[in-house]
Protein backbone atom coordinates (compact mmCIF):
# COMPACT_ATOMS: atom_id res chain seq x y z
CA UNK A 1 0.00 0.00 0.00
CA UNK A 2 1.58 3.41 -0.35
CA UNK A 3 2.37 6.01 1.84
CA UNK A 4 -0.55 8.51 2.49
CA UNK A 5 1.05 12.02 1.72
CA UNK A 6 -0.11 15.54 3.33
CA UNK A 7 -2.21 17.08 0.51
CA UNK A 8 -0.07 20.16 -0.22
CA UNK A 9 2.44 17.65 -1.36
CA UNK A 10 0.83 17.38 -4.91
CA UNK A 11 1.55 21.08 -5.33
CA UNK A 12 5.09 21.44 -4.77
CA UNK A 13 6.76 21.93 -7.74
CA UNK A 14 9.49 19.58 -9.00
CA UNK A 15 12.42 22.08 -9.11
CA UNK A 16 13.50 22.04 -12.68
CA UNK A 17 17.31 21.27 -12.00
CA UNK A 18 19.65 20.91 -14.68
CA UNK A 19 21.43 17.86 -16.54
CA UNK A 20 24.78 17.21 -16.81
CA UNK A 21 26.09 15.97 -13.03
CA UNK A 22 28.08 13.03 -14.47
CA UNK A 23 28.97 14.50 -17.87
CA UNK A 24 33.09 14.81 -18.95
CA UNK A 25 34.48 17.57 -18.51
CA UNK A 26 34.63 18.81 -21.90
CA UNK A 27 31.04 19.91 -21.68
CA UNK A 28 29.83 23.17 -21.59
CA UNK A 29 28.27 24.10 -18.15
CA UNK A 30 26.03 26.98 -19.24
CA UNK A 31 23.08 26.08 -17.45
CA UNK A 32 22.91 26.51 -13.80
CA UNK A 33 25.03 30.09 -13.51
CA UNK A 34 27.60 28.75 -11.76
CA UNK A 35 31.13 30.36 -11.56
CA UNK A 36 33.56 28.82 -14.53
CA UNK A 37 36.23 29.39 -12.29
CA UNK A 38 37.16 26.89 -9.08
CA UNK A 39 37.87 27.96 -5.49
CA UNK A 40 41.07 29.90 -4.69
CA UNK A 41 43.73 27.85 -3.33
CA UNK A 42 42.88 29.54 0.01
CA UNK A 43 39.18 29.05 0.61
CA UNK A 44 40.26 25.35 -0.04
CA UNK A 45 42.67 25.74 2.45
CA UNK A 46 40.81 27.27 4.97
CA UNK A 47 37.99 23.99 3.94
CA UNK A 48 40.40 21.12 4.66
CA UNK A 49 41.36 22.59 7.91
CA UNK A 50 38.16 22.52 9.42
CA UNK A 51 37.74 18.89 7.93
CA UNK A 52 40.04 16.89 10.73
CA UNK A 53 37.52 18.26 13.47
CA UNK A 54 34.07 17.18 11.96
CA UNK A 55 33.84 14.98 14.92
CA UNK A 56 32.01 17.78 16.47
CA UNK A 57 29.02 19.63 15.43
CA UNK A 58 29.42 22.93 13.34
CA UNK A 59 29.07 26.49 15.37
CA UNK A 60 24.72 26.84 15.35
CA UNK A 61 25.26 30.57 15.37
CA UNK A 62 27.26 30.97 12.51
CA UNK A 63 28.84 33.54 15.07
CA UNK A 64 32.18 34.00 12.84
CA UNK A 65 30.71 34.64 9.32
CA UNK A 66 28.03 36.82 10.92
CA UNK A 67 30.83 38.82 12.74
CA UNK A 68 32.77 39.01 9.42
CA UNK A 69 29.70 39.85 7.37
CA UNK A 70 28.81 42.39 9.58
CA UNK A 71 32.39 43.73 9.15
CA UNK A 72 31.80 43.65 5.18
CA UNK A 73 28.52 45.22 4.97
CA UNK A 74 28.06 47.41 7.98
CA UNK A 75 25.02 45.52 9.32
CA UNK A 76 24.89 44.06 13.18
CA UNK A 77 25.58 40.77 13.75
CA UNK A 78 21.96 40.50 15.39
CA UNK A 79 20.42 41.39 11.89
CA UNK A 80 22.66 38.86 9.57
CA UNK A 81 20.73 34.96 8.82
CA UNK A 82 22.55 32.64 7.41
CA UNK A 83 21.47 29.32 5.17
CA UNK A 84 22.37 26.14 3.47
CA UNK A 85 22.34 28.43 0.18
CA UNK A 86 20.26 31.38 0.51
CA UNK A 87 17.03 28.84 -0.90
CA UNK A 88 16.99 27.48 2.57
CA UNK A 89 16.19 30.93 3.72
CA UNK A 90 13.64 31.64 1.11
CA UNK A 91 12.10 28.27 2.43
CA UNK A 92 12.06 29.27 5.96
CA UNK A 93 10.91 32.84 5.25
CA UNK A 94 8.25 31.00 3.38
CA UNK A 95 7.71 28.83 6.78
CA UNK A 96 7.75 31.54 9.17
CA UNK A 97 5.17 34.14 7.63
CA UNK A 98 3.27 31.71 5.03
CA UNK A 99 -0.04 29.75 6.01
CA UNK A 100 -3.39 29.10 4.41
CA UNK A 101 -4.51 32.14 3.76
CA UNK A 102 -1.70 34.28 3.25
CA UNK A 103 -0.06 35.43 0.13
CA UNK A 104 3.20 35.83 -1.42
CA UNK A 105 3.79 38.22 -4.45
CA UNK A 106 6.11 37.49 -6.99
CA UNK A 107 6.92 38.43 -10.79
CA UNK A 108 6.98 35.94 -13.30
CA UNK A 109 8.86 34.34 -14.72
CA UNK A 110 11.35 34.87 -12.10
CA UNK A 111 13.60 32.25 -10.11
CA UNK A 112 11.96 28.26 -10.02
CA UNK A 113 11.78 28.29 -5.95
CA UNK A 114 9.52 31.07 -5.57
CA UNK A 115 6.54 29.05 -6.73
CA UNK A 116 7.75 26.16 -3.66
CA UNK A 117 7.08 28.63 -1.44
CA UNK A 118 2.77 28.90 -1.63
CA UNK A 119 3.23 25.55 -2.18
CA UNK A 120 4.75 24.09 0.81
CA UNK A 121 2.70 26.73 2.87
CA UNK A 122 -0.78 26.49 1.64
CA UNK A 123 -0.85 30.31 0.85
CA UNK A 124 -1.59 31.58 -2.09
CA UNK A 125 0.90 32.67 -4.68
CA UNK A 126 0.30 36.24 -6.94
CA UNK A 127 2.41 36.04 -9.93
CA UNK A 128 2.75 39.75 -12.10
CA UNK A 129 4.37 39.34 -15.59
CA UNK A 130 7.46 40.88 -16.22
CA UNK A 131 7.22 44.28 -18.71
CA UNK A 132 7.65 43.75 -22.35
CA UNK A 133 11.31 44.64 -21.69
CA UNK A 134 11.14 41.71 -19.38
CA UNK A 135 12.27 43.47 -16.22
CA UNK A 136 9.74 43.38 -12.35
CA UNK A 137 7.09 45.92 -13.21
CA UNK A 138 6.86 47.16 -9.72
CA UNK A 139 3.76 49.55 -9.65
CA UNK A 140 1.89 46.48 -10.56
CA UNK A 141 3.61 44.68 -7.73
CA UNK A 142 3.01 47.32 -5.32
CA UNK A 143 -0.88 47.20 -6.87
CA UNK A 144 -1.01 43.37 -6.16
CA UNK A 145 -0.49 43.61 -2.20
CA UNK A 146 -3.62 42.86 -0.16
CA UNK A 147 -4.66 42.69 3.32
CA UNK A 148 -3.38 39.29 3.03
CA UNK A 149 -0.05 39.61 1.53
CA UNK A 150 2.68 38.56 3.71
CA UNK A 151 5.62 38.74 1.60
CA UNK A 152 6.47 40.13 -1.74
CA UNK A 153 9.73 39.06 -3.41
CA UNK A 154 11.55 41.44 -5.77
CA UNK A 155 14.53 39.26 -7.25
CA UNK A 156 16.75 42.03 -8.82
CA UNK A 157 18.53 40.86 -11.19
CA UNK A 158 15.79 39.02 -12.13
CA UNK A 159 16.38 34.57 -13.04
CA UNK A 160 16.17 33.71 -15.70
CA UNK A 161 15.59 37.15 -17.36
CA UNK A 162 18.70 38.60 -16.64
CA UNK A 163 16.81 42.43 -16.24
CA UNK A 164 17.81 44.68 -13.22
CA UNK A 165 15.60 47.35 -12.12
CA UNK A 166 17.05 50.53 -10.56
CA UNK A 167 17.27 51.09 -6.98
CA UNK A 168 14.71 54.11 -6.60
CA UNK A 169 11.84 52.02 -8.09
CA UNK A 170 12.66 49.55 -5.23
CA UNK A 171 12.39 52.45 -2.69
CA UNK A 172 9.00 53.14 -4.52
CA UNK A 173 7.86 50.08 -3.93
CA UNK A 174 8.79 50.06 -0.37
CA UNK A 175 6.82 53.08 0.05
CA UNK A 176 3.94 51.32 -0.75
CA UNK A 177 4.37 48.05 1.21
CA UNK A 178 3.10 48.49 4.73
CA UNK A 179 5.84 47.88 7.55
CA UNK A 180 4.31 44.43 7.96
CA UNK A 181 4.47 42.82 5.05
CA UNK A 182 7.97 41.68 4.40
CA UNK A 183 10.09 42.53 1.79
CA UNK A 184 12.99 40.28 0.31
CA UNK A 185 15.11 41.23 -2.12
CA UNK A 186 16.81 38.71 -4.00
CA UNK A 187 20.26 39.71 -4.68
CA UNK A 188 22.32 36.98 -5.63
CA UNK A 189 23.59 38.12 -9.01
CA UNK A 190 24.03 41.60 -7.53
CA UNK A 191 27.71 41.58 -7.91
CA UNK A 192 27.45 41.45 -11.48
CA UNK A 193 24.70 44.58 -11.91
CA UNK A 194 26.93 47.60 -13.01
CA UNK A 195 23.98 49.98 -13.18
CA UNK A 196 24.69 50.97 -9.70
CA UNK A 197 27.09 49.93 -6.87
CA UNK A 198 25.93 46.61 -5.60
CA UNK A 199 25.42 47.38 -1.88
CA UNK A 200 23.77 50.84 -2.62
CA UNK A 201 20.77 48.67 -1.41
CA UNK A 202 22.16 48.46 1.93
CA UNK A 203 21.30 52.09 2.95
CA UNK A 204 17.79 51.66 2.95
CA UNK A 205 17.52 48.57 6.08
CA UNK A 206 17.75 51.13 8.48
CA UNK A 207 15.06 53.23 7.05
CA UNK A 208 12.84 49.89 6.45
CA UNK A 209 12.52 47.16 9.19
CA UNK A 210 10.61 45.25 6.62
CA UNK A 211 13.14 45.09 4.65
CA UNK A 212 15.61 41.51 3.69
CA UNK A 213 18.66 41.54 1.10
CA UNK A 214 19.31 37.99 0.12
CA UNK A 215 22.87 36.84 -0.70
CA UNK A 216 24.93 34.04 -1.82
CA UNK A 217 28.07 32.51 -1.77
CA UNK A 218 27.08 30.21 -4.91
CA UNK A 219 27.35 33.08 -7.48
CA UNK A 220 30.66 35.53 -7.52
CA UNK A 221 32.17 33.08 -5.10
CA UNK A 222 31.81 30.11 -6.47
CA UNK A 223 30.72 28.20 -4.05
CA UNK A 224 27.37 26.64 -4.58
CA UNK A 225 29.00 23.04 -4.20
CA UNK A 226 29.21 23.80 -0.50
CA UNK A 227 25.86 25.71 -0.14
CA UNK A 228 25.66 29.15 1.70
CA UNK A 229 23.88 32.19 1.62
CA UNK A 230 23.31 35.21 4.03
CA UNK A 231 20.23 37.39 4.76
CA UNK A 232 20.74 41.16 5.95
CA UNK A 233 17.94 42.39 7.70
CA UNK A 234 16.32 45.47 8.40
CA UNK A 235 15.58 44.13 11.77
CA UNK A 236 16.64 40.97 13.92
CA UNK A 237 13.07 39.56 14.11
CA UNK A 238 13.19 37.71 10.40
CA UNK A 239 16.24 36.27 11.70
CA UNK A 240 15.09 34.96 14.52
CA UNK A 241 12.07 33.76 12.71
CA UNK A 242 14.12 31.75 10.36
CA UNK A 243 16.52 30.25 12.95
CA UNK A 244 13.25 29.53 14.92
CA UNK A 245 11.72 27.33 11.95
CA UNK A 246 14.74 25.20 10.81
CA UNK A 247 16.78 22.38 12.07
CA UNK A 248 19.49 23.15 14.02
CA UNK A 249 23.33 22.77 12.16
CA UNK A 250 21.75 23.72 9.43
CA UNK A 251 25.05 25.44 7.85
CA UNK A 252 28.16 23.48 8.08
CA UNK A 253 31.27 23.34 8.94
CA UNK A 254 32.77 23.72 5.77
CA UNK A 255 30.77 26.21 4.24
CA UNK A 256 30.97 28.38 7.13
CA UNK A 257 35.06 28.02 7.07
CA UNK A 258 34.73 28.67 3.34
CA UNK A 259 32.59 31.74 3.10
CA UNK A 260 34.49 33.54 6.08
CA UNK A 261 37.52 32.82 3.82
CA UNK A 262 35.86 34.26 0.89
CA UNK A 263 35.26 37.56 2.45
CA UNK A 264 38.85 37.97 2.63
CA UNK A 265 39.53 38.09 -1.42
CA UNK A 266 37.80 40.66 -2.36
CA UNK A 267 40.04 41.63 -5.66
CA UNK A 268 38.88 38.09 -6.44
CA UNK A 269 35.59 39.18 -6.79
CA UNK A 270 36.48 42.15 -9.04
CA UNK A 271 38.48 40.01 -11.28
CA UNK A 272 35.28 37.68 -11.22
CA UNK A 273 32.81 40.11 -11.91
CA UNK A 274 35.15 41.98 -14.70
CA UNK A 275 35.53 38.15 -16.59
CA UNK A 276 31.30 37.55 -16.20
CA UNK A 277 31.10 41.28 -17.61
CA UNK A 278 33.32 40.51 -20.58
CA UNK A 279 31.89 37.02 -21.07
CA UNK A 280 28.07 38.48 -21.47
CA UNK A 281 28.92 40.92 -23.91
CA UNK A 282 31.02 38.07 -25.88
CA UNK A 283 27.48 36.57 -25.97
CA UNK A 284 25.48 39.68 -25.90
CA UNK A 285 26.91 40.40 -29.54
CA UNK A 286 27.46 36.73 -30.73
CA UNK A 287 23.57 36.25 -30.01
CA UNK A 288 22.87 39.52 -32.24
CA UNK A 289 25.04 38.54 -34.60
CA UNK A 290 22.67 35.71 -35.16
CA UNK A 291 19.46 38.24 -35.50
CA UNK A 292 18.03 37.07 -31.95
CA UNK A 293 16.92 39.13 -29.72
CA UNK A 294 18.79 39.62 -25.88
CA UNK A 295 17.64 41.70 -22.62
CA UNK A 296 19.50 43.61 -21.27
CA UNK A 297 21.66 41.79 -18.69
CA UNK A 298 23.39 43.04 -15.61
CA UNK A 299 23.64 39.23 -14.24
CA UNK A 300 26.22 36.37 -14.77
CA UNK A 301 24.16 34.95 -17.54
CA UNK A 302 22.10 36.38 -20.56
CA UNK A 303 18.24 35.33 -21.86
CA UNK A 304 17.71 35.35 -25.57
CA UNK A 305 14.62 35.03 -27.29
CA UNK A 306 14.55 32.41 -30.18
CA UNK A 307 12.66 32.94 -33.48
CA UNK A 308 9.07 32.56 -33.13
CA UNK A 309 9.45 29.44 -35.35
CA UNK A 310 12.56 27.63 -33.65
CA UNK A 311 11.58 24.45 -31.80
CA UNK A 312 13.24 25.48 -28.14
CA UNK A 313 13.70 21.83 -26.96
CA UNK A 314 15.14 21.07 -30.03
CA UNK A 315 17.84 24.15 -30.18
CA UNK A 316 18.58 22.70 -26.77
CA UNK A 317 19.05 18.94 -27.92
CA UNK A 318 21.06 20.41 -30.47
CA UNK A 319 23.52 21.94 -28.29
CA UNK A 320 23.87 19.41 -26.04
CA UNK A 321 24.97 17.31 -28.73
CA UNK A 322 27.30 19.90 -29.57
CA UNK A 323 28.74 19.66 -25.79
CA UNK A 324 27.05 22.79 -24.44
CA UNK A 325 24.36 22.75 -21.61
CA UNK A 326 22.03 25.54 -21.44
CA UNK A 327 18.64 26.14 -20.03
CA UNK A 328 15.41 26.00 -22.07
CA UNK A 329 12.89 29.02 -21.49
CA UNK A 330 10.06 26.23 -21.20
CA UNK A 331 11.31 24.88 -17.98
CA UNK A 332 11.91 28.71 -16.34
CA UNK A 333 8.65 30.34 -17.05
CA UNK A 334 8.60 30.99 -20.74
CA UNK A 335 8.78 28.92 -23.78
CA UNK A 336 10.76 30.14 -26.55
CA UNK A 337 13.77 31.33 -25.01
CA UNK A 338 16.97 30.23 -23.81
CA UNK A 339 18.92 30.86 -20.37
CA UNK A 340 23.01 30.89 -20.93
CA UNK A 341 25.50 31.31 -18.00
CA UNK A 342 28.72 32.92 -19.20
CA UNK A 343 31.47 30.75 -19.34
CA UNK A 344 35.05 31.05 -20.04
CA UNK A 345 35.85 32.41 -23.40
CA UNK A 346 36.35 29.62 -25.04
CA UNK A 347 32.83 28.19 -23.94
CA UNK A 348 31.32 30.52 -24.79
CA UNK A 349 32.59 30.87 -27.95
CA UNK A 350 31.53 27.03 -28.39
CA UNK A 351 28.04 28.16 -27.47
CA UNK A 352 27.78 30.82 -30.24
CA UNK A 353 29.75 28.48 -32.94
CA UNK A 354 27.01 25.60 -31.81
CA UNK A 355 24.20 27.76 -31.80
CA UNK A 356 25.29 28.97 -35.52
CA UNK A 357 24.89 25.73 -36.53
CA UNK A 358 21.88 24.96 -35.01
CA UNK A 359 19.99 28.46 -36.19
CA UNK A 360 21.43 28.55 -40.02
CA UNK A 361 20.61 25.14 -41.19
C1 LIG B 1 17.71 34.44 -7.92
C2 LIG B 1 18.34 33.35 -7.15
N1 LIG B 1 18.24 33.37 -5.83
C3 LIG B 1 18.78 32.41 -5.07
C4 LIG B 1 19.44 31.37 -5.65
C5 LIG B 1 19.90 30.26 -4.77
O1 LIG B 1 21.17 30.21 -4.52
P1 LIG B 1 21.78 29.32 -3.35
O2 LIG B 1 20.69 28.55 -2.68
O3 LIG B 1 22.76 28.47 -4.05
O4 LIG B 1 22.38 30.32 -2.44
C6 LIG B 1 19.60 31.29 -7.02
C7 LIG B 1 20.29 30.16 -7.64
O5 LIG B 1 20.33 29.93 -8.81
C8 LIG B 1 19.01 32.31 -7.80
O6 LIG B 1 19.07 32.28 -9.13
Redesign the pocket.
Known amino acids: MALEFARRIRDIPVYPAADGYALPDEVAMLA??ESPYPPLPEVVGAVQRVLSGVNRYPDPTNATLRKRLSRAYGVPANRIAIGN????I?LAAADALLEPGAEVVYAWPS?S?YPHLAATTGATAVTVPLDDEDRHDLPAMADAVTVATRLVIV?NPN?PTSTAVPLQKIVELLDAVPRHVCVIV?E??CEFNVLGHPDASLDLLDAHPNLVL?R???KVHGL?GL?V?FALCGAEEFRLAVDQVRQPFFCNAAAQAAAVEALEHGDEVTRRVERAVAGRLQLEEGLRGLGLLVTDSQANFVWTHLPEDADEAAVVRGLAERGVLVRAGAALGREGALRVTCGTPDENDRFLAALAEIVNG
Open positions: SNGSCDLFICNDAYLTFSCRG
